[in-house]
């Protein structure tokens, strides 16, 4: 949720915001991943799932909390090999607390190629820094809307961003009307 927004609303329990905006998937990003298989790891109620469906095959769905979805409860940082091995990339809308960003960052992509919707700006924070040499695309997205029943723009742009385990350039693809 927004940071310019703070104290307007009560955040939800664990900040959890699902993936409800079909705007989320931008037909540059649904490019990027038709046909592959992939795993969610932050799954929650299946938001993801459910926008990809046409597109790509989920493999893999998890996520720290029990939601009484068909995902199994695991922490993301847990992820092994036999998880993932049917996976091509990781898809997800994290956590945005740096504490646990952070922690995502420095494991998912060791584990596959990782494609992370967050806010548009993070990619500009210093301590964003030594992960943006390693995101290879940025596909901008917009603003969003993160409750069903308030389908209302938040203040905030988001991104998809594609983080590998090794150095790469940075391709920037912009908003599309």
Same mark, same amino acid.
């Given at each position: #949720? *927004?940071?310019?927004?703070?104290?307007? +609303?009560?955040?939800? $329990?664990?900040?959890?915001?699902?993936?409800?905006?079909?705007?989320?998937?931008?037909?540059?990003?649904?490019?990027?991943?038709?046909?592959?298989?992939?795993?969610?790891?932050?799954?929650?109620?299946?938001?993801?799932? =459910?926008?990809? #469906?046409?597109?790509?095959?989920?493999?893999?769905?998890?996520?720290? =909390?029990?939601?009484?979805?068909?995902?199994?409860?695991?922490?993301?940082?847990?992820?092994?090999?036999?998880?993932?091995?049917?996976?091509?990339?990781?898809?997800?809308?994290?956590?945005? *607390?740096?504490?646990?960003?952070?922690?995502?960052? $420095?494991?998912?992509?060791?584990?596959?190629?990782?494609?992370?919707?967050?806010?548009?700006?993070? #990619?500009? %924070?210093? %301590?964003?820094?030594?992960?943006?040499?390693?995101?290879?695309?940025?596909?901008?997205?917009?603003?969003?809307?993160? #409750?069903?029943?308030?389908?209302?723009?938040?203040?905030? %742009?988001?991104? +998809?961003?594609?983080?590998? %385990?090794?150095?790469?350039?940075?391709?920037?693809?912009?908003? $599309?009307?």
């Amino acid at each position: #949720m *927004s940071k310019r927004q703070h104290g307007k +609303w009560e955040l939800t $329990e664990k900040y959890y915001y699902p993936t409800v905006d079909p705007k989320a998937f931008p037909p540059r990003s649904i490019e990027q991943i038709r046909g592959k298989s992939y795993a969610e790891p932050c799954y929650g109620k299946g938001h993801i799932e =459910d926008h990809l #469906m046409d597109v790509a095959r989920c493999r893999w769905r998890s996520d720290i =909390d029990a939601y009484g979805t068909c995902s199994v409860q695991k922490d993301a940082l847990k992820l092994t090999d036999r998880d993932l091995y049917l996976c091509d990339l990781i898809i997800t809308n994290p956590p945005y *607390s740096w504490f646990i960003l952070k922690e995502l960052l $420095e494991y998912l992509p060791t584990r596959k190629p990782t494609w992370l919707l967050l806010p548009a700006d993070k #990619m500009h %924070n210093v %301590n964003m820094g030594p992960y943006m040499e390693k995101c290879s695309m940025v596909i901008s997205v917009g603003r969003l809307y993160w #409750m069903e029943d308030k389908p209302v723009r938040g203040v905030d %742009n988001y991104a +998809w961003f594609k983080f590998h %385990n090794t150095k790469v350039d940075t391709i920037f693809i912009g908003r $599309e009307k």
